[in-house]
Protein backbone atom coordinates (compact mmCIF):
# COMPACT_ATOMS: atom_id res chain seq x y z
CA UNK A 1 0.00 0.00 0.00
CA UNK A 2 1.34 3.67 -0.88
CA UNK A 3 2.77 5.64 2.42
CA UNK A 4 1.71 9.38 1.71
CA UNK A 5 3.72 11.80 4.06
CA UNK A 6 1.18 14.71 4.45
CA UNK A 7 -0.21 17.50 5.68
CA UNK A 8 -3.14 18.46 5.55
CA UNK A 9 -3.46 22.13 4.80
CA UNK A 10 -0.33 21.58 2.18
CA UNK A 11 -2.05 22.00 -1.45
CA UNK A 12 0.64 20.21 -2.90
CA UNK A 13 -0.16 16.92 -0.82
CA UNK A 14 -3.71 17.51 -1.68
CA UNK A 15 -2.90 17.06 -5.67
CA UNK A 16 -1.89 13.46 -4.64
CA UNK A 17 -4.76 13.02 -2.42
CA UNK A 18 -7.33 13.90 -5.06
CA UNK A 19 -5.20 11.37 -7.70
CA UNK A 20 -5.83 8.83 -5.46
CA UNK A 21 -9.51 9.61 -4.93
CA UNK A 22 -9.99 9.48 -8.61
CA UNK A 23 -8.55 6.55 -9.14
CA UNK A 24 -9.78 4.79 -6.45
CA UNK A 25 -5.99 4.04 -5.39
CA UNK A 26 -5.65 2.52 -1.36
CA UNK A 27 -3.35 4.76 0.58
CA UNK A 28 -2.59 5.40 4.28
CA UNK A 29 -0.91 8.80 5.48
CA UNK A 30 1.68 9.71 7.74
CA UNK A 31 0.72 13.22 9.34
CA UNK A 32 3.67 15.82 9.19
CA UNK A 33 4.09 18.52 11.66
CA UNK A 34 4.77 20.95 8.90
CA UNK A 35 4.28 24.39 11.10
CA UNK A 36 4.58 24.56 13.95
CA UNK A 37 7.04 21.67 14.30
CA UNK A 38 8.41 22.13 11.17
CA UNK A 39 9.12 18.24 11.31
CA UNK A 40 9.90 17.91 7.55
CA UNK A 41 13.13 19.69 8.54
CA UNK A 42 14.31 16.70 11.45
CA UNK A 43 17.18 14.04 10.76
CA UNK A 44 14.34 11.64 10.28
CA UNK A 45 12.56 13.15 7.69
CA UNK A 46 15.84 14.30 5.47
CA UNK A 47 16.30 10.96 5.18
CA UNK A 48 13.60 10.35 3.21
CA UNK A 49 13.65 13.55 1.31
CA UNK A 50 17.29 15.50 1.48
CA UNK A 51 15.41 18.50 0.38
CA UNK A 52 13.07 18.79 3.49
CA UNK A 53 9.58 19.40 1.62
CA UNK A 54 5.99 17.34 1.32
CA UNK A 55 4.66 15.61 -0.18
CA UNK A 56 6.86 12.29 -0.31
CA UNK A 57 5.34 8.58 -1.11
CA UNK A 58 6.51 5.51 -0.34
CA UNK A 59 4.72 3.05 -2.47
CA UNK A 60 6.17 -0.59 -1.41
CA UNK A 61 10.07 0.60 -1.15
CA UNK A 62 9.61 2.97 -3.85
CA UNK A 63 10.54 6.35 -2.29
CA UNK A 64 9.32 9.43 -5.00
CA UNK A 65 9.15 13.50 -3.97
CA UNK A 66 8.09 15.97 -6.22
CA UNK A 67 3.87 16.73 -6.06
CA UNK A 68 4.38 17.01 -9.74
CA UNK A 69 6.89 13.92 -10.50
CA UNK A 70 4.58 12.36 -8.26
CA UNK A 71 1.26 12.44 -10.11
CA UNK A 72 2.97 11.41 -13.25
CA UNK A 73 4.09 8.28 -11.44
CA UNK A 74 0.38 8.13 -9.52
CA UNK A 75 -1.52 7.76 -13.09
CA UNK A 76 1.12 5.88 -14.86
CA UNK A 77 0.77 3.05 -12.44
CA UNK A 78 -2.58 2.93 -11.45
CA UNK A 79 -4.63 4.48 -14.21
CA UNK A 80 -4.83 1.69 -16.74
CA UNK A 81 -6.73 4.06 -19.16
CA UNK A 82 -3.77 6.03 -19.86
CA UNK A 83 -6.42 9.33 -19.44
CA UNK A 84 -4.93 10.85 -16.71
CA UNK A 85 -1.34 10.66 -17.90
CA UNK A 86 -1.99 10.12 -21.92
CA UNK A 87 1.40 8.56 -21.96
CA UNK A 88 0.35 6.94 -25.97
CA UNK A 89 0.17 10.91 -27.25
CA UNK A 90 3.33 12.48 -27.49
CA UNK A 91 1.28 15.73 -28.34
CA UNK A 92 -1.25 15.47 -25.22
CA UNK A 93 2.26 14.18 -23.22
CA UNK A 94 4.02 17.63 -24.14
CA UNK A 95 0.85 19.65 -23.59
CA UNK A 96 0.74 17.90 -19.64
CA UNK A 97 4.21 18.68 -19.24
CA UNK A 98 4.49 22.04 -20.16
CA UNK A 99 0.83 22.62 -17.92
CA UNK A 100 2.80 20.87 -15.06
CA UNK A 101 5.69 23.34 -15.14
CA UNK A 102 2.90 25.95 -15.27
CA UNK A 103 1.88 24.97 -12.06
CA UNK A 104 5.04 25.07 -10.45
CA UNK A 105 4.85 28.91 -11.15
CA UNK A 106 1.14 28.68 -9.57
CA UNK A 107 3.12 27.12 -6.30
CA UNK A 108 6.24 29.76 -6.36
CA UNK A 109 3.63 32.80 -6.09
CA UNK A 110 -0.35 31.75 -4.92
CA UNK A 111 1.09 29.47 -2.30
CA UNK A 112 3.94 31.69 -1.56
CA UNK A 113 1.06 33.97 -0.32
CA UNK A 114 -1.11 32.02 1.53
CA UNK A 115 1.89 30.75 3.29
CA UNK A 116 3.09 34.60 4.01
CA UNK A 117 -0.71 35.08 5.28
CA UNK A 118 -1.29 31.69 6.93
CA UNK A 119 1.91 30.70 8.92
CA UNK A 120 4.23 33.91 8.59
CA UNK A 121 6.64 33.36 6.39
CA UNK A 122 8.95 36.16 5.47
CA UNK A 123 8.07 36.17 1.50
CA UNK A 124 7.71 39.20 -0.65
CA UNK A 125 4.14 38.71 -0.71
CA UNK A 126 3.37 41.91 -3.43
CA UNK A 127 5.66 40.36 -6.18
CA UNK A 128 4.01 37.29 -5.40
CA UNK A 129 0.43 37.95 -5.47
CA UNK A 130 1.20 40.29 -9.06
CA UNK A 131 2.80 36.82 -10.20
CA UNK A 132 -0.03 35.09 -9.62
CA UNK A 133 -2.27 37.33 -10.98
CA UNK A 134 -0.10 37.16 -14.63
CA UNK A 135 -0.45 33.73 -14.04
CA UNK A 136 -4.10 33.21 -13.58
CA UNK A 137 -4.99 35.59 -16.12
CA UNK A 138 -2.61 33.25 -19.13
CA UNK A 139 -4.53 30.35 -17.78
CA UNK A 140 -8.11 32.22 -17.42
CA UNK A 141 -7.50 33.13 -21.06
CA UNK A 142 -6.61 29.85 -21.93
CA UNK A 143 -9.52 28.29 -20.34
CA UNK A 144 -11.53 30.44 -22.06
CA UNK A 145 -11.04 30.44 -25.64
CA UNK A 146 -10.78 26.53 -24.72
CA UNK A 147 -14.52 26.88 -23.84
CA UNK A 148 -15.16 28.58 -26.86
CA UNK A 149 -13.75 25.35 -28.90
CA UNK A 150 -15.84 22.94 -26.65
CA UNK A 151 -12.66 22.08 -24.45
CA UNK A 152 -13.05 21.36 -20.70
CA UNK A 153 -10.17 20.98 -19.66
CA UNK A 154 -6.82 22.47 -19.71
CA UNK A 155 -5.14 20.04 -21.92
CA UNK A 156 -6.66 19.63 -25.30
CA UNK A 157 -8.23 16.14 -24.14
CA UNK A 158 -11.80 15.47 -24.03
CA UNK A 159 -10.96 14.31 -20.33
CA UNK A 160 -9.16 15.44 -17.55
CA UNK A 161 -5.42 15.43 -16.78
CA UNK A 162 -2.88 15.30 -14.14
CA UNK A 163 -2.25 18.89 -15.80
CA UNK A 164 -6.46 20.10 -13.70
CA UNK A 165 -4.92 18.27 -10.83
CA UNK A 166 -1.32 19.83 -10.68
CA UNK A 167 -2.94 23.73 -10.80
CA UNK A 168 -6.18 23.85 -9.12
CA UNK A 169 -5.14 23.16 -5.07
CA UNK A 170 -3.42 26.62 -5.12
CA UNK A 171 -5.89 28.34 -7.72
CA UNK A 172 -8.80 27.37 -5.50
CA UNK A 173 -6.94 28.35 -2.25
CA UNK A 174 -5.61 31.58 -3.74
CA UNK A 175 -7.62 33.57 -1.38
CA UNK A 176 -5.89 32.51 1.56
CA UNK A 177 -2.58 34.53 0.34
CA UNK A 178 -5.27 37.51 -0.88
CA UNK A 179 -5.26 36.57 -4.45
CA UNK A 180 -9.03 37.16 -5.44
CA UNK A 181 -10.89 35.02 -8.30
CA UNK A 182 -13.36 37.34 -9.54
CA UNK A 183 -11.64 38.61 -12.54
CA UNK A 184 -11.06 34.73 -13.96
CA UNK A 185 -14.59 33.83 -14.39
CA UNK A 186 -13.48 31.01 -17.07
CA UNK A 187 -10.77 29.91 -14.27
CA UNK A 188 -13.96 29.38 -11.56
CA UNK A 189 -15.92 27.43 -14.34
CA UNK A 190 -13.03 24.91 -14.61
CA UNK A 191 -12.74 25.11 -10.79
CA UNK A 192 -16.17 24.04 -10.76
CA UNK A 193 -15.97 21.17 -12.99
CA UNK A 194 -13.14 20.00 -11.28
CA UNK A 195 -15.34 19.29 -8.57
CA UNK A 196 -17.62 17.88 -10.66
CA UNK A 197 -14.98 15.20 -11.35
CA UNK A 198 -16.27 11.78 -9.68
CA UNK A 199 -14.32 11.29 -6.54
CA UNK A 200 -13.54 14.44 -6.29
CA UNK A 201 -12.58 15.50 -2.26
CA UNK A 202 -12.05 18.11 -0.10
CA UNK A 203 -10.03 19.40 2.35
CA UNK A 204 -9.58 22.53 4.82
CA UNK A 205 -11.04 25.75 2.47
CA UNK A 206 -11.81 23.46 -0.28
CA UNK A 207 -15.32 22.72 -0.69
CA UNK A 208 -17.46 20.76 -2.82
CA UNK A 209 -19.82 21.79 -5.52
CA UNK A 210 -22.92 23.38 -5.28
CA UNK A 211 -26.03 22.11 -6.83
CA UNK A 212 -25.86 22.02 -10.42
CA UNK A 213 -28.12 24.94 -12.20
CA UNK A 214 -31.28 23.68 -14.11
CA UNK A 215 -31.71 25.04 -17.78
CA UNK A 216 -34.84 26.83 -17.33
Not at 207 to 215: R, T
Request: one cysteine or more.
Amino acid sequence: MITLYDYELSGNCYKLRLLMSFLGVDYKTVPIDFYPGREHKTEWFLKLNPLGQLPVIDDDGLILRDAQAILVYLASKYDPSGTWYPRDSPAQLGEVSQWLAFADGITATSSAARLHDALFYDFDVDAARAGAHRLFRILDEHLWFGEQQGRNWICSSSHPTIADIACFPYIILSEEGGIPRQDYPAIRRWCDRVKRIKGFTVMSGVFPAGPAKVAA
